[in-house]
Each structure stands twice: as structure tokens, then as C-alpha cells.
């Protein structure tokens, strides 16, 4: 009976039809390749699960994959939330050009954006030469350049800098600018939106009660941004966990230093090793979940901010 007056009541039809469609299209995509991936897993028994997650290459890859996409969605944090600025308060030439450039990452495949990020940051390349040994900026970090002079091997600082130049391909700073890279578009377009609606009203109102520029973006500004702006952080991490093609040409793939946690699953599956492979996939599972379970957080609380204001 009270499944009937339930019906009668709803305004749009066909509720159980579209969610029986509903469920089995996210089966069918979404949960049982997923459970698939567990249950392959879970072939190897907790010692030898244990073992494949949690070997010296896997650990150092979870590393690099981990802080280099946390770095990657900081760096996008700050520069995102200044290409939103720029694109949504400032009027000059060619800015619908620009405007579309931010979504490259989103249209350009990741093996192009790979071998292109290669070819520029690599010892030979127009960027990574600056920093080469040889380089305007690199050679000051040779044992005759100003900071091999100043800070030579053995003190504080000269144990810590390069001695020879600055590479930037094959290394984790190759990684962290790949990551960067693909991550861009989610952090603007997740801000300009609230920018642009965004009132002047308020800012000319704390600035006729005499606030300066710092302290109405940290405390007009920023509060009404940092919704926004934590969803597209947490989108871009959550990209570059999982990013494989742009990564891989520039990461130069050498184990325990700059392998990613992705390129561990292909290995594996190469060495026809499908369980150890699952194994793998299901840490990243977990993180990916985790990070989902966050976002879904932030834009709850984010729902909750606009409602009170």
C-alpha cells in the first residue's frame, strides 16, 4: 500500500525502469571489472599479497606516484587559481585563445604530451639545456660555477645541490611537471565558474572600509574560492594518481627511482604475473576511492557553505 501511494505521488515516471538501466550499466562498466580486479587479487593468499604490494620497487613507486601528483595538484592549486584570475578579471588580445589552451591537456593525447614534454626538458631540449651542465642556469652549479664555489661538497648546502646541473627528463622533477601538466584544466575550470560569479561589491566594500589587496583576497576572496579551488585540487591529484601515457616517456622508467606505480602494473602483466598485477592495482584502488570519498566530501561541504551564505 505504501509502495503505491509512493508511485502515484512521483512526478516523473518510470523511476524502476531507468535505475534497473542505471545499475546494470555501472555494473557492467564500473563494478564488476572492479571485483574482478579484487577477486584476482585475492588468488594469492595475504603472505604473497603482501609481498607483491609491498617489495622495494613498489614502495619507491607509490612514492614517486604519490608525492609527485600531491606536488602536481599543489603547483596547480596556485597557478590554476592565477590562470582563473587572469582569464575571468582581465580583458586583453587573443584571451579566448588562451582561454581554449587550458583544455589542451584535456584533447591531446597523453603519449604526445609525453614525448613532447620529453623533447623539451631533456638535456638536448630548448627548456632542459638551460639546466644542463653546460646550460645559462645549470652550469652555475658546477664545481667552478657560483654555487659549487660557494657551497662545495661538505657543507650544508653543497651535499644537497647538484653538482652537475640540473636534470630535469628521467628524473622526479620530469614526473612532477608531467603531472602538472594534465592536471591544469581541473583546478581552472573548477574555479573560474565561482569566479566569475563572484560580486565586486563585497571587495569595493572591504576596500572602502580601508582593507588592502592582501587582505581582501585571504579574507573575502579566498573563503568563497577555497570550495572551488580544494575540488579542483583534489581532481588533479586524483588524475595524476592514474596518469600513465604522459608520464611514461619522461619518467625514463628506471626501478626504485623513477618508476610509477602504473608502469609496475604493466610490468607485471608483461611478466604474465595477472595476480600480482591485480594485487598492485588494488592499493591504487584504494587510494583512488579514497580520493574519490574526498571529493565527494568537499563539494558536500562546499554545498553546505553556499547554502548558509
Given at each position: 500500500m505504501w509502495f503505491n501511494r509512493h508511485r502515484q505521488h512521483r512526478v516523473l515516471p518510470g523511476f524502476g525502469l531507468t535505475m534497473g538501466f542505471t545499475l546494470t550499466y555501472l555494473s557492467l562498466l564500473i563494478l564488476i571489472p572492479l571485483a574482478g580486479v579484487i577477486v584476482k587479487s585475492a588468488e594469492l593468499g595475504w603472505p604473497h599479497f603482501w609481498h607483491a604490494v609491498s617489495g622495494e620497487f613498489a614502495i619507491a613507486s607509490?612514492?614517486?606516484?604519490?608525492?609527485?601528483?600531491?606536488?602536481?595538484?599543489?603547483?596547480?592549486?596556485?597557478?590554476?587559481?592565477?590562470?582563473?584570475?587572469?582569464?575571468?578579471?582581465?580583458d586583453?588580445?587573443?584571451?579566448?585563445?588562451?582561454?581554449?589552451?587550458?583544455?589542451?591537456?584535456?584533447?591531446?593525447?597523453?603519449?604526445?604530451?609525453?614525448?613532447?614534454?620529453?623533447?623539451i626538458?631533456?638535456?638536448?631540449?630548448?627548456?632542459?639545456?638551460?639546466?644542463?651542465?653546460?646550460?645559462?642556469?645549470?652550469?652555475?652549479?658546477?664545481?667552478?660555477?657560483?654555487?659549487?664555489?660557494?657551497?662545495?661538497?661538505?657543507?650544508?648546502?653543497?651535499?644537497?645541490?647538484?653538482?652537475?646541473?640540473?636534470p630535469i627528463a628521467y628524473t622526479a622533477t620530469g614526473v612532477t611537471i608531467a603531472l602538472t601538466f594534465i592536471g591544469l584544466p581541473f583546478v581552472v575550470r573548477t574555479v573560474q565558474p565561482i569566479l566569475t560569479d563572484l560580486s565586486l561589491d563585497f571587495e569595493e566594500?572591504?576596500?572602502?572600509?580601508?582593507?588592502?589587496?592582501?587582505?581582501?583576497?585571504f579574507?573575502?576572496?579566498?573563503?568563497?574560492?577555497?570550495?572551488?579551488?580544494?575540488?579542483?585540487?583534489?581532481?588533479?591529484?586524483?588524475?595524476?594518481?592514474?596518469?600513465?601515457?604522459?608520464?611514461?616517456f619522461i619518467a625514463g622508467n628506471i626501478p626504485g627511482k623513477t618508476e610509477i606505480t602504473p608502469r609496475i602494473i604493466v610490468n607485471k602483466l608483461e611478466e604474465y604475473d595477472y595476480s600480482?598485477?591485480?594485487?598492485?592495482?588494488?592499493?591504487?584502488?584504494?587510494?583512488?576511492?579514497?580520493?574519490?570519498?574526498?571529493?565527494?566530501?568537499?563539494?558536500?561541504?562546499?554545498s553546505r557553505f553556499y547554502t548558509r551564505i
Open positions: 607509490y612514492k614517486l606516484s604519490f608525492g609527485a601528483s600531491l606536488a602536481g595538484a599543489a603547483i596547480n592549486g596556485v597557478f590554476g587559481l592565477m590562470v582563473a584570475w587572469v582569464l575571468v578579471r582581465y586583453f588580445p587573443c584571451k579566448r585563445l588562451i582561454d581554449s589552451l587550458v583544455d589542451l591537456p584535456f584533447a591531446l593525447p597523453t603519449a604526445v604530451a609525453g614525448i613532447a614534454l620529453t623533447t626538458y631533456s638535456q638536448n631540449g630548448w627548456i632542459g639545456r638551460v639546466f644542463a651542465k653546460d646550460g645559462f642556469i645549470g652550469s652555475a652549479f658546477t664545481p667552478t660555477g657560483w654555487f659549487g664555489e660557494h657551497f662545495p661538497p661538505g657543507t650544508w648546502l653543497g651535499d644537497i645541490l647538484p653538482n652537475n646541473g640540473i566594500a572591504a576596500a572602502s572600509l580601508g582593507a588592502n589587496y592582501v587582505q581582501i583576497f579574507r573575502v576572496i579566498l573563503p568563497e574560492l577555497l570550495p572551488a579551488l580544494l575540488t579542483g585540487f583534489s581532481l588533479a591529484f586524483a588524475r595524476a594518481l592514474g596518469e600513465y601515457g604522459s608520464v611514461i600480482g598485477a591485480a594485487a598492485v592495482a588494488v592499493v591504487m584502488l584504494i587510494f583512488s576511492f579514497l580520493t574519490l570519498l574526498t571529493i565527494n566530501l568537499i563539494q558536500w561541504w562546499s
